[in-house]
């Protein structure tokens, strides 16, 4: 299969944009990155809206097809690209595939939902720190992910599959914002150790990680010292 111009459109310390490019590596895509100015607000301007008018990263642009959302954007290069990972990450069989699509929604509509509200209060609300409700919606999708991981080793099926790429995104980067008690929740801290030994999540997490960790921390401190300067 010949692969047009793959172009996705990124900020360094976003979990739906890694997710993405943990599967363009794995799927050893061709892509080009765009770096939207996020700090600077690019993905609002008139212009990025056109590509995508939710304001949002990741963007892809595959030649003249423009898509955006993670979820969809993978689903997209896995069946447009995946030769023999395709069965792999995002199996045929209807119950295994349903299992890996409802770990996926809820990474969109709660998980990654919590994790945002944090990001946005930490951006936009002046906070140093989650608040005790942050704290608790976090804990309750590091609940939801202790029981489907109960009967299996990773969180859709017995193998990493795409949910895997879209949860364990979220979760590695919302360990910045609230750190998943092992004792809480023992099986959603050994599948964050399995990810972690898996190449992709070493050469892509693991430093989109640490540069959220930066910007973060960066924002907690500048806060902070405006509030007590109040
Ligand atoms: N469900 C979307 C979420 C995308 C999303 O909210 N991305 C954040 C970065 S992590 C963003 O671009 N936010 C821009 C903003 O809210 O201004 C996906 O999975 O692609």
Known sequence: MSVSRLLLHRAPGSPPVRAVMMLSDMLNLPMEYNDVKFLQLEQKSPQFKKLNPMGTVPVL????????ESHAIMKY???????????????SDVRT??????????????FFSAFMSIGRATFTGGIFTPSPQHIQDMESSYSVLDAYLQNRPYVATDRLTLADLAVGSTAFTAQVLVKTDADKFPRCTDWMSRLHEEEVFKNVMVPGVAYFSK???????????KLEKK
């Not at 595939?97 to 709660?110: E, P, S």
């Open 61 to 68: 642009q595959d030649g003249d097809f423009t898509i955006s």
């Open 77 to 91: 290069l896995l069946s447009k690209y995946g030769g023999d990972k395709r069965e792999l990450l995002y199996p």
């Open 97 to 110: 595939r349903a299992l890996v699509d409802q770990c996926m929604f809820f990474n969109a509509g709660v």
């Open 215 to 225: 910007v973060i921390n960066k924002l907690w401190e500048h806060n902070k010292s």
